[in-house]
């Protein structure tokens, strides 16, 4: 069965503290891997995925094959990175894009 | 470009009462997508169609059609509301054909007394 895992519903560390927001998967096969982050009264928005390997906002997140994970990091965190962030997984359904996501984890960044 | 709009953005239904969610795309995408977001249960989706003239069923399908009217439109419609349907929902869509990233609208908001 394709899933999509976060197990913290509330992560809450202090401005310059580091943040790592897990995501655990389950894929047969080569997963394609999405973190999507939702501030408060925008709408929801694509973060990174691990196919560009690149970093947004300071925000990084690796691919482990073995662990089965995409956690979302980040080394200093900032009030501003305050959101709902959720991990997604492209599901093998040809190209629709179809995304799994996981139940979310709320980022509260205290000052 | 307005994106991914969606109307209304809330909405109180009474038990039994039948509603339609309205989403269009100016982005000329393939794709779209309707989900549900409940705390807890993240977004779930509800029906997708990949292409104009198509429509799929996605994780909870039960008590919504949809509709995909033309290339930018596509509706959920509700025929029976139930209290187990208050939530928000999303409208997104993507260019399709393995173009993964998915643009959202705004969300309604809908409760069901």
């Known amino acids: 069965a394709q899933r999509v895992t976060q197990p913290e519903k509330l992560l809450s560390v202090f401005k310059g503290a580091p943040v790592e927001l897990k995501c655990n998967y389950s894929?047969?096969?080569?997963?394609?891997l999405f973190w999507y982050v939702q501030y408060s009264r925008q709408r929801l928005q694509l973060l990174l995925r691990h196919i560009s390997r690149e970093s947004i906002k300071g925000f990084t997140a690796d691919l482990n094959k073995g662990e089965t994970s995409f956690h979302l990091k980040k080394p200093f965190a900032q009030e501003e990175d305050s959101a709902m962030y959720y991990c997604?997984?492209?599901?093998?359904?040809?190209?629709?894009?179809?995304?799994?996501f996981g139940q979310g984890t709320t980022l509260q960044v205290k000052p | 470009n307005a994106g991914v709009t969606q109307t209304p953005k809330f909405q109180v239904l009474k038990t039994g009462q039948s509603m339609t969610l309205q989403c269009a795309q100016d982005m000329n995408h393939n794709s779209m997508y309707w989900y549900r977001q409940d705390p807890g249960m993240g977004l779930r989706l509800i029906y997708y169609?990949?292409?104009?003239?198509?429509?799929d069923k996605g994780e909870v399908p039960n008590g919504y059609n949809v509709s995909r009217l033309n290339k930018r439109e596509f509706s959920l419609r509700l025929e029976s509301a139930a209290p187990s349907q208050t939530s928000v929902y999303f409208c997104a869509s993507s260019q399709g054909q393995g173009g993964e990233t998915q643009y959202f609208g705004p969300g309604t908001r809908l409760l069901v007394l």
């Open positions: 997604a997984l492209k599901g093998s359904s040809g190209n629709t894009g179809k995304l799994i």
């Open positions: 894929y047969s096969g080569s997963p394609e």
């Open positions: 169609s990949a292409s104009e003239g198509t429509t």
